[in-house]
């Protein structure tokens, strides 16, 4: 079921990226995220995994992106520093405080994958955008988490709404998908804000 959704979802925004009329270039490896993305997505759904070879597949991208720029005469070094600086910096960043976090709080934070996730959006749209990714996926993270019920490794008579709003901030749900949304979202909006 998970997968027809995200399909769809995926179908949904490779349109929406033809549709902004950019560049043939830009278009091809925005509308090529988007299938790595939604690949992201079912995997960390069903299994709780971001693949290491969509992280390469999506950086791949991106520098076969900046290699057909130069060949045909369009690469900006600008662009390319930007985005090399905020795949570091936000994955960087991101890796330094859920270090800290799990050692101040002893309990599991959040998975590598997801950092890679976040240093993707980085090399993708900058820091700035990649800081506004982690926000936006945040509080889709949240809001989900506390609008939809639990697993349903509990019992199914209970209902979610009477547990305690601590309890059901504390479970676990596969985050990739709301990083793989956030991103793709700043990517199309990103352009109407400058």
Same mark, same amino acid.
């Given at each position: 079921?998970?997968?027809r ?7 949904v925004?490779?349109?929406a990226?033809v549709?902004m009329?950019w560049?043939a270039l ?9 299938g ?5 997505? =079912? ?9 290491n ?5 999506a ?5 076969a992106y900046f290699?057909?720029?130069a060949?045909?005469?369009? %690469?900006?070094l600008?662009? %390319? +520093? ?5 795949g570091?910096?936000i994955g960087?960043l991101l890796?330094v405080?859920?270090?800290l ?5 002893g309990r599991? $934070?959040? &998975?590598g $994958?997801d ?6 959006? $980085? ?6 955008k ?9 509080i889709l &993270?949240?809001?989900?988490g506390f =609008? ?5 490794? +509990? ?8 547990r ?6 504390r479970? +676990?749900m596969? %985050? ?17 804000f400058?």
């Open positions: 079921m998970e997968r959704i995200v399909a769809a979802v995926a179908v925004l490779a349109v990226v549709a009329r560049p830009v278009t091809i490896q925005y509308v090529l995220l988007v790595v993305l939604a690949h992201c997505s =079912v995997c960390d759904l069903r299994n709780r995994v971001i693949p070879a969509d992280i390469a597949i950086v791949s991208i991106r520098f290699v057909a720029t060949i045909t005469g369009s %690469f900006s600008d662009e %390319f +520093k930007a985005s090399i600086l905020g570091f910096c960087a890796f405080l859920v270090l976090i799990e050692h101040v709080t599991p $934070g959040m &998975g $994958g950092i890679k996730l976040y240093a993707i959006a $980085g090399l993708y749209v900058g820091f700035d990649a800081v506004l990714v982690v926000l936006v996926s945040c &993270g949240f809001v989900t =609008v939809l019920p639990a697993e349903s490794n +509990k019992n199914p008579n209970v209902d979610e709404s009477a305690p709003i601590a309890d059901r901030l479970r +676990k596969p %985050f990739g998908p709301f990083i793989a949304l956030s991103l793709l979202g700043i990517v199309l909006v990103g352009p109407l400058g």
